[in-house]
């Protein structure tokens, strides 16, 4: 079973990209369960979303406190939150921004992690360029894609037009693309550097 | 047809596939998402013939639901937590006249103090309502039994609640397997009333009776609820034989062949305890889960087969009955009399607390090396408790206890409220 909690603020659309992940794997043939933890939902606080996928039935229904992987919407919850609470070892950690991990002050933090595992997205950039809204959950969505392999593009398109309809469809769906590659690009670039540092 | 969707979205196509023709609800969290989404169907023409009528409150909405199934209308409503609370003068009237009315209680916490979370309490207080109650373990289960909902009710003229778990079913996105039209109208007969308000064949329903009368209608809507018991199981083969599946039923054994310790539990939380179970198997425990799907009527009987080759029983329940433990609890201890096994009540889940793997699997362990009590509140921070209990001790104005508890534990800063 993998499992993602992704990290973000109310209006951000946190628990619709869990949906949409468990969506996405569903595309895939697999089992997939998504679910909000319920705090105030007021607009700029902090929302947690789970989703676990698997190759079986999803029986569990606890929170997910030991994350494969980690989607975290807002940069500035690093500040607030313990985001990274029960992260295994070398999981996946996605982060919607232009800095890089050492400038958001979390060097010490991944020291020891494969360096593809360490991927940044400009989400909301690129949410605003193709959707003309700051919503960065589909871009990350596809960032995801592209750093764990666990759902492909496509399913994140498909899940993209079971959500939303006509140009709002196609407008996320660009910006996923967008997305997608940037990370792909970015962990070709670590993969290059750790085999040069090999 | 297989989709991915949010569990309150499942039960609002079920409840469209059984062809209602009055919908009535107050919205309140975590209901919400039902009937929002069978507004819009009955809005779009999704649902033929079907009127969706907005009330006022809850107690309006059961009052309504009360008045469209006396004229014989198919009749659906969902609630929760206080939204129960406040209509149930009514929900009690909706029994007491044998209407089969179909409501989706989303389980949620009763304040004080307010919680929107889950627990089984808001249901758990209408048990004596003389409605059939039935508890849903996934959002699949949560679809299947609203369909074998209607027809219950209406084989035996009594209104029938679903019990799903709020927030944890009816907002998580799972697969299910939504069925045709074709299948449902091949389970589920158009509604035949045994009594209709009838301008051209007047009757009253509703009529007062004294002591003369009182037990026996009394005693009828039990012997109603003891049919439904023989019709509950039967009701789940013609299901299976039409959708392919095990759904329903009284009972949901998992494991118990040759179990020692047998847990009993409602709901989603099955889910977790199964895979703990499955850990403890692994680990060489004889360890069985005992799942109620059928809390009324309550199958003392095959409660009490299930459990008389165990040694222990834990109840794990999402309730609390204040004063004495368990609500879960005392019926199955019923089930029991006679049988030489130790009873455990464990209180868990109570306003969305998360009921972990973790906790669960330190909990049966206790158990089984004979060391659980009877009344366990499960992951209760006693430091929380103890503080208070202290200062109502030393303090005669000692204030508001929730405020109290909170600035304790962190949650409201101090000096700030």
Redesign the interface.
């Known amino acids: 079973m993998f499992q993602v909690r992704i990290h973000g603020r109310g209006g951000q659309g946190v628990v619709t990209a ?2 949409m992940l ?2 996405a ?3 895939e043939g697999r ?6 933890s ?1 705090g105030s939902e007021r607009t700029g606080a902090p929302v947690v979303a789970f989703c676990r996928i698997a190759d079986e039935e ?6 997910i ?1 030991e994350p494969d992987a980690l989607i975290i919407q807002d940069p500035t919850l690093l500040l607030q939150v313990d985001v990274f609470s029960g992260l295994k070892k070398g999981g996946y950690i996605l982060i919607n921004t232009s800095r890089t991990f050492a400038e958001l002050g979390l060097g010490d933090y991944v020291r020891d992690w494969p360096a593809d595992r360490l991927c940044t997205v400009p989400a909301t950039d690129l949410s605003r360029k193709h959707v003309g809204r700051p919503m960065p959950n589909v871009p990350l969505l596809a960032g995801f894609a592209a750093a764990s392999g666990i759902i492909r593009l496509e399913s994140v398109i498909k899940a993209i037009n079971a959500k939303f309809s006509d140009r709002v469809a196609s407008n996320n769906s660009a910006a996923a693309t967008e997305a997608y590659q940037f990370v792909a690009d970015e962990i070709k670039a670590a993969r290059h550097e750790e085999a040069a540092h090999a | 047809m297989l989709k991915q969707t949010e569990g309150s979205h499942a039960v609002a196509e079920a409840v469209g596939l059984c062809r209602p023709e009055v919908i009535c609800a107050y919205p309140i969290s975590p209901q919400t998402h039902i009937v929002e989404g069978l507004g819009e169907m009955v809005k779009a023409g999704e649902i033929q013939d079907c009127e969706f009528i907005n009330v006022e409150s809850e107690f309006a909405a059961m009052s309504v639901a009360i008045g469209s199934s006396a004229t014989g209308a198919r009749t659906y409503t969902a609630t929760a937590s206080q939204g129960l609370l406040f209509m149930a003068e009514a929900v009690y009237n909706a029994s007491g006249l044998g209407l089969p009315i179909v409501m989706t209680v989303a389980n949620r916490a009763i304040g004080a103090p307010i919680n929107i979370w889950n627990d089984h309490t808001d249901a758990l207080s209408q048990r004596d309502s003389g409605w059939i109650q039935l508890f849903a373990e996934t959002n699949q289960e949560a679809l299947d039994l609203h369909i074998q909902a209607f027809k219950l009710a209406e084989e035996v003229s009594l209104p029938v609640m679903v019990c799903m778990d709020g927030f944890i079913l009816t907002h998580a996105y799972e697969r299910v397997d939504v069925p045709t039209q074709e299948q449902v109208d091949a389970f589920l007969p158009p509604y035949e009333p045994r009594q209709v308000l009838d301008p051209t064949d007047p009757v009253s329903i509703g009529a007062m009776v004294g002591p003369e009368a009182f037990s026996e209608v009394r005693y009828l809507a039990h012997a109603k609820q003891m049919q439904a018991l023989e019709l509950i199981p039967r009701l789940a083969e013609q299901f299976k034989a039409v959708f392919g599946r095990d759904s329903g039923g009284l009972t949901h054994s998992y494991l118990l062949d040759d179990a020692e310790t047998v847990v009993v539990a409602m709901g989603s939380v099955l889910g977790t305890i199964k895979d703990t179970v499955d850990e403890m198997r692994a680990a060489g425990e004889k360890i069985g889960v005992l799942g109620i799907t059928s809390y009324r009527p309550f199958p003392l009987d095959n409660v009490r087969a299930a459990l008389q080759n165990a040694q222990r029983v834990v109840v794990l329940e999402k309730s609390l009955a204040v004063g004495i433990g368990g609500v879960l609890s005392t019926d199955v201890r019923m089930a029991m009399s006679g049988l030489q096994l130790h009873g455990h009540t464990v209180v868990a889940g109570l306003g969305g607390r998360a009921i972990t793997r973790k906790s669960l699997r330190a909990l049966f362990a206790k158990a089984v090396r004979g060391e659980l009590g009877h009344l366990t509140f499960l992951d209760l921070d006693w430091n929380v408790v103890n503080k208070q209990l202290e200062r109502e001790r030393t303090t005669r104005r000692s204030g508001p206890a929730a405020e109290s508890m909170l600035r304790d534990i962190g949650v409201i800063a101090t000096g700030i409220v």
């Open positions: 869990a949906e468990s969506i794997a569903f595309e089992h997939a369960q998504a679910f909000p319920f999803i029986r569990l229904r606890e929170p406190m």
